[in-house]
């Protein structure tokens, strides 16, 4: 029964020679003695603790004379490691200082993304009922593919509570943005406030079963009458000054009157559900001005349903009897309809319903790594560059009675004492990069810190790893070096890694910056395309202004509004629709039958409201058939391109004349050009559009080039005095359309502001090892000066290295970033090529940033006077 052999080598490698018999011989006999009294297996763990236990200064030992003050981790060693690392710091200013710089970039931006990832995984967790939260969504099967929708029918909450009783909780919830609420004052007009980029909701009493909510004052009880509210404490103090609010009035788009009932802690931005008014589930009908009563077709996406589940009904349950639940309520839609239930957790991620990409989230993880391993990759090549310079210093250590074990950790030491200055400028970087995430990144990647102990550890561990990466290899080689060769000065470059091992290192860093400077191009290139590509609708110089939110729109104001709009010079055109520009991101489904056919069509149409004049003030081109007349209700209607392919016809003309039947039989009288209706991330999918006036909420004007600015403000006045209830809120159509791509800006910045990190940590460590390089070189320039060597040959010397190293990263960087960037492009139905330039660029990037690093030391090298370096001579 022997010891393991590996805690054997270890041993050897760090004790002294002198004393590894002596220590080797208790080990071994203790060994004996534990294999006797536990068992081999047991005995061999035994071992390696006791071998380690070498090491540490209050390890139970068999002899206390083991800590003599020599030991390895005594206090007056430990002290001793302080001091020497700390002089060495101080004699190589400059290689500190880059290291310092580049440990602390790297590990800074490795915090942010930490704390990024994080928030995002941390999102909704704080509901006690977060693993048995889900929501019910809308799955449709069509020969595209399978593609779901957050919404579901109206009628679907109801239909649940009777079929499934067993649920343990369950809550219809409907979606409105921007909610408008007015204050009703005794004396004198309303106070109107505008909730911007908010979400309002219409929720169930459930809900908050479901959902963990903490009141300030009241709460949902009274929530399932009509014109009722609760609110956030945020909006309660805005609107009223105080949270002690309950029974006071707001009108919701300062029509309809409610009372509030409850008012709620204002919630972290740890939550998908962020909604500071919510209105009883019951006050819908009067808010809406019509019966909710559509049928399973009809599904919009705000509209949701969410429950709670538990032993008595799960989600296994509910897949078992999800298809007959269709056959019930939906029989035409067995073959391509589905109610998945989607657990909260997902809901975050998922890209089908508006959540973020977790790729995305992933792939920064990823480049948060990479900036870790350039940072250390940087003090590994300064270290072992720098270890010729030490190799007197080990030498004469070593003769003095040092151990290879206490040369070892005297190099960690200075490895930690630069790793622990690093961290102090990261948590620097840290604040600064924290307060800029929060005022310029948006949608996905906006995130907010919050404290916990779960961070202490996450810097710990990326201290000590990068401790262990940038400190080990070093440390080994220095500790490694004979006395006799070291004291000789005969230590070579080869024996300190050569340049094969810092080429290989440079080399990785090299294929990183490559791979971000792909990503960069990639990203902006893409960018550039989705706004400039032709989406098939006029977009310059055209205002859209929001109606109001009224259940039926005033048709007489509305023409009111049309007549003073146009008589302002400026402006060109008027039309009315129900969600402005035609890629609006509104989108309202449903099913529909063609002609004659006796089934309802596999697919689902989009549906719009527009007027007859949306066609010329957007510019939208018809392939066949006419206009839709002037009417205020639905009579007529025009179909897009797809529409006609999802019916299986290939000549437009052939559906001119013929039925679509939406509860009503309306004629097809055009077909319309495809333009894009969502972003370019999605298809061009299957739309009529029709007319009808109640259900318009946006007026589009088409300007002539003037001043903007004049058109606004008299709109303004024009829009105030006919609708003083309402809120002026208007915004040009170009500016709406970059709100769709908000995350892949958002992206770039991010992608960008990494690689200049990666770059910046590259070119310090580039800096260092052309300086390391220079000072090494220093007689061998000045006998090429002498021999006649011009200064481009002295340049070519220091560069020729690295711009072989560039063309190897190149070869391993472009199938990686290729593999990555493709995935990326996969999410846009509209994509750029990857084309060989972009790859070539990075290169070119890569080598240009290598030539003014390598530059200013060479040409500084090739200038010195040739007489100072070979005087010694």
């Not at 909604?275 to 009908?285: D, E, G, K, Q």
């Not at 370019?680 to 299957?686: E, F, Q, R, V």
């Not at 970059?738 to 770059?759: C, P, R, S």
């Not at 300086?771 to 006998?783: N, P, R, S």
């Amino acid at each position: 029964m022997t010891p393991p052999r590996l805690a054997d080598q270890f041993l050897k490698f760090f004790c002294a020679p002198d004393r590894l018999e002596e220590v080797q011989g208790d080990l071994h006999e203790e060994f004996l003695y534990q294999v006797r009294r536990v068992g081999e297996r047991r005995a061999r763990w035994r071992y390696w603790r006791d071998v380690l236990g070498f090491f540490r200064p209050f390890a139970i030992r068999r002899k206390p004379d083991d800590y003599s003050p020599n030991s390895l981790f005594s206090p007056s060693m430990i002290q001793n490691y302080v001091k020497i690392a700390w002089r060495n710091l101080v004699k190589n200013q400059t290689y500190a200082l880059i290291n310092v710089t580049g440990l602390g970039l790297g590990i800074g931006a490795a915090l942010l993304i930490f704390a990024l990832v994080r928030y995002h995984y941390a999102i909704d967790k704080h509901h006690q009922k977060y693993d048995r939260i889900y929501r019910v969504l809308t799955e449709f099967v069509t020969p595209e593919g399978v593609f779901d929708i957050a919404g579901v029918p109206y009628a679907m909450g109801k239909a649940l509570q009777n079929d499934h009783p067993a649920i343990e909780n369950l809550a219809m919830i409907d979606l409105y943005r921007d909610p408008l609420v007015a204050i009703p004052m005794p004396n004198g007009p309303d106070r109107k406030f505008k909730e911007a980029h908010q979400m309002g909701a219409f929720v169930q009493p459930a809900y908050f079963r479901i959902f963990d909510y903490h009141w300030v004052v009241g709460g949902p009880t009274e929530l399932a009458q009509p014109n009722t509210v609760v609110i956030s404490a945020e909006n309660a103090t805005k609107y009223f000054g105080t949270t002690q609010v309950i029974g006071k009035v707001i009108k919701l788009n300062a029509v309809m009157n409610t009372r509030i009932v409850g008012v709620f802690e204002d919630y972290r931005d740890n939550t998908d559900f962020a909604y500071p008014i919510m209105a009883s589930w019951a006050s819908l009908r009067e808010f809406y001005g019509r019966p909710l009563t559509e049928g399973f077709d009809n599904i919009n996406g705000d509209t949701q349903c969410f429950v709670s589940l538990n032993d008595g009904f799960s989600k296994a349950d509910w897949d078992r009897q999800m298809m007959a639940f269709v056959k019930k309520y939906k029989p035409h839609g067995v073959k391509d309809t589905r109610f998945p239930m989607q657990p909260l957790r997902d809901i975050h991620f998922s890209t089908d319903t508006g959540g973020v990409s977790q790729g995305l989230i992933w792939s920064l993880f990823a480049i948060g790594v990479f900036l870790i391993i350039t940072a250390s990759i940087n003090f590994v090549n300064l270290a072992t560059a720098q270890a010729l310079n030490r190799s007197r210093e080990v030498g004469v250590r070593k003769v003095l009675g040092s151990t290879r074990g206490q040369l070892f950790w005297q190099f960690i030491g200075e490895t930690a004492l630069l790793t622990l200055a690093a961290t102090a400028l990261a948590l620097l970087f840290f604040q600064i990069g924290q307060q800029l995430a929060q005022e310029r990144l948006h949608g996905a990647f906006r995130f907010t810190f919050y404290y916990d102990e779960s961070v202490i550890g996450w810097l710990a561990l990326i201290v000590v790893a990068v401790i262990g990466l940038s400190g080990l290899y070093p440390a080994l080689v220095l500790a490694g070096f004979k006395p006799a060769l070291a004291l000789a000065g005969r230590i070579t470059t080869r024996q300190v890694g050569g340049f094969s091992v810092r080429r290989s290192l440079v080399i990785t860093q090299f294929a990183i910056s490559q791979m971000l400077i792909v990503g960069m191009i990639v990203v902006a290139s893409q960018l550039q395309y989705i706004q400039t590509k032709d989406l098939g609708f006029r977009q310059e110089a055209i205002l859209t202004v929001r109606l109001p939110s009224s259940p039926k729109q005033d048709i007489s104001k509305m023409n009111t509004f049309r007549n003073l709009a146009l008589a302002i010079p400026e402006v060109k055109k008027l039309s009315y629709s129900v969600s402005g520009p035609p890629q609006s991101g509104w989108i309202s489904q449903t099913m529909i039958k063609f002609d004659t056919r006796p089934e309802p069509e596999k697919f689902t149409t989009q549906q719009q409201f527009i007027d007859a004049d949306y066609l010329n003030v957007y510019g939208l081109k018809l392939v066949a058939g006419r206009n839709l007349q002037p009417a205020d209700t639905a009579r007529e209607v025009l179909v897009n391109e797809a529409f006609v392919k999802a019916l299986g016809i290939r000549d437009p003309a052939k559906v001119l004349g013929k039925l679509m039947h939406n509860g009503r039989g309306l004629e097809i009288v055009g077909v319309l050009k495809d333009f894009n209706q969502n972003n370019l991330k999605s298809g061009i999918a299957p739309l009529y559009m029709t007319t009808r006036a109640t259900s318009y909420f946006y007026a589009n004007l088409q300007l002539h080039n003037g001043n903007f600015r004049r058109v606004i403000v008299q709109l303004e006045k024009d829009y105030n005095g006919l609708y003083p209830e309402s809120y002026f809120s208007a915004q040009f159509v170009d500016e709406q359309l970059q709100e769709f791509y908000v995350q892949e800006q958002t992206m770039a910045k991010l992608v960008n502001f990494f690689a200049g990190i990666a770059v910046v940590i590259g070119g310090l460590g580039l800096y260092g090892l052309v300086l390391f390089m220079a000072a090494q070189k220093t007689k061998e320039i000045g006998v090429r000066k002498v021999l006649g060597a011009s200064i481009r040959d002295i340049l070519w010397l220091f560069g020729r290295e690295f711009f072989r190293l560039v063309v190897v990263a190149f070869v391993i960087a472009t199938p990686m970033a290729w593999w990555v960037m493709s995935h990326w492009l996969q999410d846009f139905v509209y994509r750029i090529e990857l084309d060989w330039w972009i790859f070539a660029l990075a290169m070119l990037l890569t080598a240009l940033i290598t030539l003014l690093t390598v530059s200013y030391e060479s040409i500084k090298a090739s200038l010195a006077n040739p007489v100072k370096s070979l005087r010694s001579e």
